[in-house]
């Protein structure tokens, strides 16, 4: 396993042996695919600036091995697949689909039907406060203005998917094995024909095309056998060592040796555990608003110590976020060793990668010019939607945050060379303490020396100067030394327990991973969910009603009804004590600024006399004493 290289065969059968179980949830459409089909399925397109699109290569003449040869390539221009086909679907299929959503929602009513039907959670806006829920009314309506997928595109791209499935049917990844870092990386990419978010499942988005990425990260013994340590699974926004679990993790669930991964209904995003996670998208403010809200939240949670939830969650949440809300409930379809489903024999993306992989910089499905890019469809897993490299290709260690985490075998030999090192640099540093602990003392003489001497005034200030400095570096390298001592102790300690075979915490690298509901959220009552879907609305249109009718006293009836719906809202979501409490402390905070403003001066003149007493009474008392 030295070679940085592996041959066809060998890669397989690592790919095999560790490859994952992924559980998705009921209502999945689409399922992880082989590229071929799907390519074979589009065209080709290219979007120049200021252009209409050119449609390069027709339906059903584009092959994996011509998907490389971009033509009319140029600054700017973008090049992409169309798969499903929206206008066709709706003169073809539009009588049909909709005879089949009445028959399917007569079928939904058999308890049998039931089990496969998607079924969506209560509470998404519920458990969310107003400014998430207002900038969530935003994103909806900011999708009517930017580019977005057709409505009509999930369902022909799903007719066209099944049209792939009934002539092959086939569940596959592409996978790829490379070394780094002492690590060996075996990557599982996984490719979707649609991400139906949006319209399937009350997400963020609709694209065309999705590739996932499953990565483990393997090490070498001293024998030349290969254990697994770290798994990681990509998932919206999270990066780096939040992506990540260690192997022996219980959060991380196996089959055998096979990680099982629960897919996000429609997102395909991966997770560890079973359930529905709350993805909140951040919005930004412009600089000076982000940094005044910020000193505000600041001042709030940390000096008035209130918080809308749990104080984790008050410092991890944004104050102006869109909620959204993952379903990777695994009660669905089943992939991998001794599921519903095997995997079919995977692609090799050997080194060097092939054209279709390192050739075609383009986007694999429609391209909709939405200015944030949600509804655009992805890049291939070498590239970014800008065509620069990605880092998961490049780079997988340092992308799962690995680039600063040795492996095993050489972490217990790291540490003992490091113990060398600061050992060798603690003798250096032994002797030079005592050289200038000497030199220290010379000069000290000196000083003492010439003092009083006025005809030595000059040499004696420079030698004092002297004094000082050395003095102070003195101080700086017995510091280091106490610190690499401190330093050795804690190495040599963690070397004693390695050659135990003891690990490190678990969780240690992780600062914030996704969790799904708690039961308590999930079991948000009816009326609570009414009021969070209606609440923002109904402040518009009372905000248009104070406005229209009661203008003469706008500011009364606008504080009573800010009032009124913070205290409904509070109440919904059993925060009424802390609203109240957070009311009073407010209230204190608005009464002591009017008192300052009001009586400024005198609380000056109050506490200059204050502290004229005080001085007085302490300086009596010290004379007193004697």
């Given at each position: 396993m030295?070679d940085?290289?592996?041959n066809a065969?060998?890669a397989t ?16 459409q689409?399922?992880?695919m ?5 390519v074979?399925s589009c065209s ?10 050119i449609?390069?290569v027709?339906?059903g003449k ?19 697949l169309?798969?499903a ?7 073809v299929?539009?009588r049909k689909a909709?005879?089949?959503f ?6 939904a009513?058999?308890?049998e ?9 209560r509470?998404r806006l ?18 009517l ?8 595109s999930?369902?022909a791209?799903?007719?066209?998917y ?9 569940y596959g990844?592409?996978g790829r094995?490379l ?6 990386v ?7 024909a649609?991400?139906?978010w949006r319209?399937?499942?009350f997400g963020a988005?609709d694209h065309e095309?999705?590739?996932e990425?499953?990565f483990?990260?393997l ?10 340590e770290?798994?990681t699974?990509a998932?919206?926004?999270h990066?780096?060592d939040?992506l ?7 959060e991380l669930?196996k089959?055998g040796e096979?990680p099982?991964?629960?897919v996000?209904a429609?997102s395909h ?6 359930g529905?996670y709350?993805?909140e ?5 412009p600089g ?6 910020e000193t505000i939240?600041?001042?709030?949670r940390e000096?008035?110590r209130?918080?809308?939830?749990d104080?984790?969650?008050a ?8 909620p959204f809300?993952?379903y ?12 519903d489903?095997?995997?079919s024999?995977?692609?090799l993306?050997l080194?060097?990668?092939p054209?279709w992989v390192?050739?075609y910089?383009?986007l694999?499905?429609?391209y909709t010019?939405?200015?944030f ?7 291939g897993?070498m590239?970014?939607?800008?065509k620069s490299a990605?880092?998961?290709w490049y780079?997988?260690?340092g992308?799962a945050?690995l680039?600063k985490v ?10 003992l ?9 603690r003798?250096?540093?032994q002797t030079?303490?005592e050289?200038k602990?000497?030199?220290l ?9 010439m003092r009083?001497?006025s005809?030595?005034d000059?040499?004696?200030?420079a030698r004092?100067?002297?004094l000082?400095e050395?003095?102070?570096e ?5 510091a280091?030394l ?6 050795s102790q804690s190495?040599e ?18 600062s914030?991973?996704p969790q799904?509901a708690?039961?308590?959220?999930l079991r ?8 969070a879907?209606?609440s923002?609305?109904l402040v518009?249109?009372?905000l248009v ?9 706008l500011?009364?009836v ?9 205290f ?6 059993k ?6 409490s957070?009311v009073?402390?407010?209230?204190a905070?608005v009464?002591?600024l ?5 009586f400024?001066?005198h609380?000056?003149i109050l506490?200059?006399l ?6 007085l ?6 004379l007193l004493?004697r």
């Amino acid at each position: 396993m030295n070679d940085t290289r592996l041959n066809a065969e060998t890669a397989t059968a690592l790919l095999r042996r560790f490859e994952p179980v992924v559980r998705f949830t009921r209502g999945e459409q689409f399922f992880p695919m082989d590229v071929e089909p799907y390519v074979q399925s589009c065209s080709l397109w290219v979007q120049r600036p200021d252009e209409e699109p050119i449609c390069t290569v027709p339906r059903g003449k584009l092959t994996l091995e011509d998907l490389a040869q971009q033509p009319q390539d140029e600054f700017g221009a973008v090049h992409f697949l169309k798969f499903a086909d929206p206008q066709g679907f709706k003169e073809v299929y539009s009588r049909k689909a909709r005879r089949e959503f009445r028959q399917q929602r007569q079928a939904a009513k058999s308890p049998e039907a039931s089990r496969k039907i998607f079924r969506a959670g209560r509470g998404r806006l519920a458990r969310v406060g107003y400014a998430s829920r207002f900038a969530d009314a935003l994103y909806s309506i900011g999708l009517l203005a930017r580019g977005r997928v057709p409505g009509e595109s999930a369902a022909a791209a799903s007719v066209a998917y099944r049209r792939i499935m009934e002539e092959s049917e086939h569940y596959g990844y592409h996978g790829r094995v490379l070394h780094q870092n002492g690590w060996v990386v075996l990557q599982y990419w996984l490719f979707y024909a649609f991400n139906d978010w949006r319209s399937g499942f009350f997400g963020a988005n609709d694209h065309e095309a999705d590739w996932e990425k499953i990565f483990v990260f393997l090490s070498e013994s001293g024998n030349g056998e290969l254990r697994p340590e770290w798994v990681t699974y990509a998932a919206h926004n999270h990066t780096g060592d939040n992506l990540r679990r260690r192997w022996d993790d219980p959060e991380l669930m196996k089959v055998g040796e096979h990680p099982v991964a629960y897919v996000g209904a429609g997102s395909h995003a991966s997770y560890y555990s079973p359930g529905e996670y709350l993805t909140e998208l951040d919005l930004r403010f412009p600089g000076p608003m982000a940094r005044v809200a910020e000193t505000i939240r600041t001042f709030w949670r940390e000096k008035l110590r209130q918080y809308a939830g749990d104080r984790e969650d008050a410092d991890q949440t944004s104050s102006f976020s869109i909620p959204f809300v993952d379903y990777a409930r695994g009660d669905g379809l089943s992939i991998g060793p001794g599921q519903d489903r095997p995997w079919s024999t995977p692609r090799l993306i050997l080194d060097p990668p092939p054209d279709w992989v390192a050739g075609y910089r383009g986007l694999w499905g429609l391209y909709t010019r939405d200015p944030f890019e949600g509804e655009d469809a992805p890049a291939g897993p070498m590239y970014n939607r800008n065509k620069s490299a990605s880092r998961a290709w490049y780079d997988p260690v340092g992308w799962a945050g690995l680039d600063k985490v040795s492996t095993p075998a050489e972490t217990l030999e790291i540490v003992l060379d490091r113990c060398k090192d600061i050992q060798a640099r603690r003798e250096s540093l032994q002797t030079e303490i005592e050289e200038k602990s000497q030199r220290l003392k010379q000069l000290g003489v000196e000083v003492e020396a010439m003092r009083d001497q006025s005809h030595l005034d000059e040499p004696y200030e420079a030698r004092k100067k002297s004094l000082r400095e050395l003095s102070e570096e003195v101080a700086r390298l017995r510091a280091q030394l106490a610190t690499d001592e401190s330093v050795s102790q804690s190495l040599e300690g963690y070397a004693n327990r390695l050659k135990k075979g003891e690990r490190g915490p678990l969780r240690a690298h992780i600062s914030h991973a996704p969790q799904p509901a708690s039961e308590t959220e999930l079991r948000t009552n009816r009326i609570a969910e009414a009021w969070a879907a209606l609440s923002v609305g109904l402040v518009l249109i009372g905000l248009v009603g104070i406005v229209v009718f009661e203008r003469s006293h706008l500011t009364e009836v606008l504080v009573a009804s800010i009032a009124l719906f913070a205290f409904v809202e509070a109440g919904f979501r059993k925060r009424l004590t802390n609203l109240i409490s957070s009311v009073n402390i407010g209230l204190a905070v608005v009464a002591i600024l009017i008192v300052v403003y009001e009586f400024f001066w005198h609380l000056v003149i109050l506490a200059v006399l204050v502290v004229g007493l005080y001085v007085l009474w302490d300086n009596l008392r010290e004379l007193l004493r004697r």
